[in-house]
């Protein structure tokens, strides 16, 4: 990179950890803007010497749950041009894709996959100029999860057609002649469909547009 070094804020409880990722980005060209134990520090050193990146441990002081993760949230909320790196033992999914939706300027990654100088390195700039960079145990977790909560997946390929032709607006005798079967099995399906959804049968809701909605809502 040209011009002035990128400013890096280091937030871990982890002081050894913490000093030594100081001393490896310093060697490779990075000013560090200060370190943190903990929450309120990270935010201090942002708000008096404005890094232009954050490297927070997800898991801080004082339950080791969440913390880096919130602060993370607070960050990207005041100082939204501040890039964000996200370092964490485990995959923390949901709350971090909050963040990583927000599209710039952010990583994920898994501590025991930073065993390569140059490419942590080259993750921290990326991410300093707008950049995201998310780790592939994550993006397995999120497709996993995905076919975990898809409820279509219950449904066989024939009511998946039915469902589908539904969401067109067909009624059963117009999808009876798309498929060249019965209105009767159309009916079989419909009400498969309307089981296997959990959309019961109620007078105050419309379980046909429910489950049209479903369906537009997983593709």
Known sequence: MTGSPTRVALADDDVLLREGLATLLERNGFEIAGQAGNVPELLTVIRDRNPDLVVIDIRMPPSHTTEGLDAAHEIRAGWPDTGILLLSAHVEAERAMELLATGHRVGYLLKNRVIDVADFVGTLRHIAEGGTVVDPSLVRELIAARRRDDPLEQLTPREREVLALMAE?????????????????????????????????????HRRILAVLTFLDSR
């Open 169 to 205: 607006g067909r009624s059963n005798a117009g999808i009876a002649r798309q498929l060249w079967i019965t209105e009767g099995t159309v009916e079989k399906h419909v009400r498969s469909i309307m089981t296997r959804l959990r959309l019961p049968e109620t007078e105050d809701v």
